[in-house]
């Protein structure tokens, strides 16, 4: 009856020495891969400013970022056409198409490589030209969005995959 004892005293040491290298394992699988993206967006929902190339939109679109209650709203920034310098800045793009369809190249040349474009083309306005389609489409980090609520996920996960400027 004793050697049974002793049986199972050594598998309990045997399973706990399992579940702590099992805990082990989990801890360093966790900082390795979700901490550092919940602080990349903890850090962009905090900080990241939002360049918004948008006219008579802006409000709406400004709206529509900071009622999802992740966003503030002094890191909306408004671009216009006559201030697009400004947002070189700034390394998340957000253009209403429509409003900025003349200056989609000056965008698209001041884009860098870590910069998010997404370009917002409701249906309702029409079709992106398919020019200026294959130009966003050959850049890194660039996106095309029809519909608000898709807008708004391109905007967390462009805040996840970019880093913030130094």
Do not use: C
Not at 52 to 75: H, I, M, R, T, Y
Not at 132 to 149: D, F, Q
Not at 151 to 157: K, Q, T
């Amino acid at each position: 009856m004793q050697s049974f004892f002793d049986l199972l005293n050594a598998l309990g040491y045997i399973s706990t020495i399992i579940v702590l290298i099992g805990v082990v394992i989990a801890i360093y699988a966790f900082a390795k891969g979700i901490a550092p993206v919940l602080w990349r967006l903890g850090i962009g929902l905090s900080r990241r400013k939002i360049a918004v190339f948008a006219d008579s939109q802006f409000e709406d679109l400004e709206a529509l970022l900071v009622d999802s209650g992740l966003f503030q709203k002094s890191n909306v920034i408004q671009i216009t056409k006559s201030s697009l310098k400004k947002a070189e800045a700034y390394n998340l793009f957000l253009v209403h198409y429509k409003a900025f369809e003349d200056e989609m190249e000056k965008i698209l040349a001041m884009k860098q490589d870590a910069t998010a474009l997404i370009v917002y083309s409701p249906q309702e306005d029409g079709f992106i030209n398919p020019t200026y389609m294959a130009k966003i489409n050959a850049h890194r980090n660039a996106t095309v969005v029809n519909l608000r609520g898709r807008l708004l996920n391109d905007v967390l996960v462009s805040i996840i995959t970019t880093r913030p400027r130094a």
